[in-house]
């Protein structure tokens, strides 16, 4: 059965740090993290691609520089790597599979609260 | 790429037809065009990819269709459980890869 399941959210203070991880079960596709402001749309934050692509990174502007994305393949894991935290940066971040220019599986999400 | 939505917000009940938009702002391949739904609480869910193909366990009363920058999703006989907001998507070529809508809230009546 697919699966996507993220942990590591809470609650961080302004310029702090946080690590997402998200249990995943589809090693060797390209996964993305998208992320939510409350009561707001949907934001694309990055993706990482798979070995045969030597995993190679892109990021939204928003993020660039501050955040980096990176896999575990041996364990199904993605992670998220959040530094530079700024208030805006709190959303529920989402793990998603990406699948030919959709994102087709989609993880149940974590908060994360950057509030001092 | 920038994608408009409308309307904001659609007040329908159900059994009726409902039709939401999508505008891009330049010319775009269907290719890289998809609709999600989203409930309260719960992640998105991918509705329809290469702007008319729905995706798996998706029922027929949804359709999409479209190209180059005006796209339609269409509900034929709504259910109470479509009430939803619903995001277009388009994949890019250049960063940001993935780019939304800014959400149609489709309430009940």
Not at chain 1, 89 to 116: N, P
Request: charged share 20%.
């Amino acid at each position: 059965e697919v699966q996507l399941v993220e942990s590591g959210g809470g609650l961080v203070q302004p310029g702090g740090s946080l690590r997402l991880s998200c249990a995943d079960s589809f090693s060797g596709n390209f996964m993305n993290w998208v992320r939510q402001a409350p009561g707001k749309g949907l934001e694309w934050v990055g993706r990482i691609k798979n070995k045969a692509n030597n995993y190679i990174t892109e990021y939204a502007a928003s993020v660039e520089g501050r955040f980096t994305i990176s896999r575990d393949e041996s364990k199904k894991s993605l992670f998220l790597q959040m530094n530079a935290l700024k208030t805006e940066d709190t959303a529920v971040y989402y793990c998603a599979r990406d699948f030919y220019y959709r994102l087709d599986y989609w993880g149940q999400g974590a908060l994360v609260t950057v509030s001092s | 790429i920038v994608l408009t939505q409308s309307p904001g917000t659609l007040s329908l009940s159900p059994g009726e037809r409902a039709t939401l938009s999508c505008r891009a702002s330049q010319s775009v391949s269907s290719t890289y065009f998809a609709w999600y739904q989203q409930k309260p609480g719960q992640p998105p869910r991918l509705l329809i990819y290469d702007a008319s193909t729905r995706a798996t366990g998706i029922p027929d009363r949804f359709s999409g269709s479209g190209s180059g920058t005006d796209f339609t999703l269409t509900i034929s006989r709504l259910e109470p459980e479509d009430f939803a907001v619903y995001y277009c998507q388009l994949f890019g070529s250049s960063l940001p890869l993935y780019t939304f809508g800014q959400g149609t809230k489709l309430e009940i009546k």
